[in-house]
């Protein structure tokens, strides 16, 4: 038989090795020794089961698990007729399985120390596994997840969630009783003053100071909680003139020092230079320390930058956010510079542009900004862009940025503003959990009616695993995080105060993801979700959540909303579970990754205005929050283009990006695209196609997975979906 086998495989502890057929031959010996002489297995057979499991291994289109490998084994066994050693064999699993449970924790934490653990080196692609920050959060992580499946989780959302039914998002958050995501409220911490490790921050009296207490109000927000965050800067806007009055007196009283005439057009020429050199100066501020802070998680501050030029009154106010939007683009456009001194694009802070009738056509007030924006698009991946026209159509007449990547508040009319308006500055996102619809759509085995009721029973398990989430916040004290609770970022709550009233009547919102719409169409339609025939199945799905998350919220007051889940370690995970718990199914589970929410399949051949037009009736319908992309090759030099795909998004979907490639090989200076190939072994690798470099550490890839940017590469799952996609234009 064949013993040289280069195949990996995972051990249970995340650790990625080369698999050995000699353990699989010593473990059926084991066995087969404890069994009775007449009904024990001679030498050929347990070859025979030997290179059974070493076909299988070899023909699988992933990396398979040890208990993959097990059920292998004992199937191999039963082939052979060999029961009463199948018998042994199941026995001795069992008592190793026993002995593993007992310290299964520190195990998990050991293989993160030796930094071998695969899955969790990869989970998140803005995280360094390799630093102390991030393993001390890991650590933690690992110690919270074990008490919330263990301790605080039902028996029936663990089991799930472990066999990728649903997911229960950032579990390794739980326990603390924190939440997800924030628009935080600028406005009032900057004007009313806030607290910051205990030291009071009044007023800034400058535009950049203001920006030197956003950055820090930003990392403190991050410290705090585990999701996204968005800032607008239209808050920020108001401290220009602050500046400009204080920079005018200063250049007044300079000119009578020295005996010059106060002459008026002198006065503004001056004050305007040195406005805009404070400008740059506090956008670089924001820009440098967002991305050399890093908050007790190990990561940059996952942030959102907001840039709306109607969200401030017309005038000079909108003419200095205009001042401030164009520096923002300005800088981005530039990148950062690596520890080799070569401009590279950060992964943050995010930013969207918002697209509106006074910036979309060529003879409107602030085209330029638009036209800035499309190139930085084309070299940065950002900006990001809603359209003011669609989302005032969806959202009750309202603009607003997302919380993060694309988790959106409600339009509540319980919650608004002392003037009137709708509040969402202030309110958050208390967690989410997802439903794998392509184990609903295979569990059902194709049929529909079937499919109605496994689909409504996995929606009440959400319901009750999203009911965990909202209970394990109530109770909570403003005193776990004063900055959110007590100091403005989410409310001025009193010391000791409970948050509970917070998370009622739609202050905050809480979140039914899904994921795998593509598949769960291609299972039960034989067609994808594009095709005429199967997008109705599609949308009506897509209803029902909303029906059952409409039943929620009337019943129990909470504003559970339906969201377009961004998952990048998850979609690896759901894809294994789907391989093992119905094999491989052509077009529904033979890749390592399922599709995230809605979209169309990555490997789906369709341009870029078909598929944003096609995705906005998906994106209508999950009002908690969802983004479409369209792939699109290498734009620098083809602005116009660009600028054609953000008109078309103006005018047909409410929140969209363009995916491009922003690489660069420290070997040789090779600045295109990394490729992606496969090693000898089978497994996913980039490489420069310029000199072959092949070590990650030498190369700054950044791709958007999830609705941001990651730059730290990903697990094999993800890889593989950034390998398969077309591009659209």
């Known amino acids: ?139 933690a992580g690992e110690v919270s997840k074990d008490l919330t499946m263990r301790v605080l989780l ?31 409220n600028l406005e009032d911490m900057l004007n009313n003053g806030t607290v910051i490790s205990e030291t009071l921050i009044e007023r800034p009296h400058s535009f950049f100071t203001a920006c030197n207490v956003t950055a820090q109000i930003v990392a403190q927000v991050a410290s705090n909680q585990y999701g996204g965050q968005s800032i607008t800067l239209a808050h920020l806007a108001p401290f220009v003139d602050v500046s400009r009055q204080k920079i005018r007196a200063k250049v007044m009283e300079e000119r009578q020092e020295c005996g010059e005439e106060l002459d008026e057009s002198i006065i503004a020429r001056v004050t305007e230079k040195r406005l805009k050199d404070e400008i740059k100066n506090g956008i ?11 908050t007790c998680n190990g990561q940059a501050p996952f942030v959102t930058v907001f840039m709306y030029l109607d969200e401030v009154e017309e005038g000079r106010t909108r003419e200095d956010l205009a001042m401030v939007i164009e520096e923002t683009l300005v800088q981005r456009l530039q990148g950062v510079k690596n520890e080799k001194g070569i401009w590279i694009t950060p992964a943050f802070p995010k930013l969207i542009y918002v697209l509106d009738e006074d910036n979309i056509t060529e003879d409107s007030r602030y085209w330029y900004l638009t036209e800035l924006a499309a190139k930085c698009s084309a070299k940065r991946l950002v900006p990001d862009y809603i359209s003011a026209k669609v989302m005032k159509e969806l959202k009750k007449g309202e603009v607003y940025p997302c919380m993060g990547c694309r988790s959106f508040l409600t339009v509540e009319d319980s919650q608004r503003e002392e003037d009137g308006r709708h509040k969402f500055y202030g309110r958050f996102n208390q967690g989410v959990v997802t439903i794998n619809l392509v184990d609903v759509a295979c569990s059902s085995n194709g049929d529909m009616d079937r499919f109605w009721e496994i689909l409504d029973e996995r929606l009440e398990l959400c319901h009750r695993a999203l009911r ?38 739609g202050y905050s919102t809480i979140s039914l993801g899904y994921a795998g719409l593509y598949e769960m169409c291609v299972r039960m339609m034989g067609k994808t979700h594009t095709d005429p025939e199967a997008k109705p199945f599609a949308l009506k799905v897509m209803q029902r959540m909303n029906d059952k998350c409409n039943e929620w919220k009337a019943a129990e007051h909470i504003s559970y909303s339906v969201y377009g889940t961004p998952m990048e370690s998850t979609t690896y995970k759901f894809a294994t579970c789907l391989q093992r718990r119905f094999g491989i199914i052509e077009g529904v589970t033979d890749k390592n990754y399922i599709t995230n929410s809605y979209h169309v399949h990555v490997s789906e051949q369709i341009d870029a205005f078909q598929k944003l037009k096609f995705e906005a009736d998906f994106q209508r319908l999950s009002p908690g929050g969802a983004i479409s992309y369209v792939e699109v090759p290498d734009m620098q030099n083809n602005i116009p283009a660009v600028l054609s795909v953000m008109k078309f998004i103006y005018d047909n979907i409410m929140y969209a990006e363009l995916n491009t490639k922003s690489d660069y090989c420290e070997c040789c200076g090779y600045d295109g695209e990394i490729k992606i190939i496969e090693d000898e072994s089978g497994k996913l690798i980039w490489e420069c196609p310029a000199c072959g470099n092949r070590d990650e550490s030498l190369m700054c890839v950044a791709r958007r997975t999830c609705g941001y940017i990651g730059t730290q590469f990903w697990n094999q799952g993800r890889t593989q979906e950034i390998r398969d996609r077309v591009l659209h234009l």
């Open 1 to 139: 038989m064949n013993t040289e086998v280069r195949t990996k495989i995972i051990k249970r502890n995340g650790e990625e090795v080369t698999f050995d057929v000699t353990k699989i031959i010593n473990a059926v010996k084991k066995a087969n020794a404890d069994t009775p002489r007449i009904h024990q297995l001679n030498e050929e057979q347990i070859a025979a089961v030997a290179d059974g499991v070493v076909r299988r291994v070899q023909e699988s289109s992933h990396a398979v698990n040890v208990e993959d490998i097990q059920d292998m084994v004992e199937i191999g066994i039963m082939e052979m007729r060999g029961y009463e050693v199948a018998q042994k064999y199941v026995r001795y699993r069992f008592k190793r399985e026993l002995t593993r449970k007992s310290n299964t924790t520190d195990n998990n934490i050991l293989s993160l120390l030796d930094q071998i653990n695969e899955n969790v080196k990869q989970e998140n692609s803005n995280k360094n596994p390799t630093i102390n920050s991030t393993q001390r959060d890991y650590m």
């Open 154 to 184: 039902p028996e029936d959302v663990v089991q799930a969630h472990n066999e990728g039914i649903i997911h229960f998002h950032d579990s390794d958050y739980y326990a603390q009783r924190e939440h997800n995501c924030d628009l935080v």
């Open 468 to 505: 965990c989430r909202h209970e394990r916040l109530l109770g909570t004290i403003s005193d776990v995080a004063p900055i959110l609770w007590q100091y403005g970022a989410l409310a001025r709550l009193k010391k000791g105060e409970r948050i509970d009233k917070l998370l009622y009547d």
């Open 284 to 294: 670089q501020t924001i820009q440098y320390q967002l991305i050399t802070l890093m």
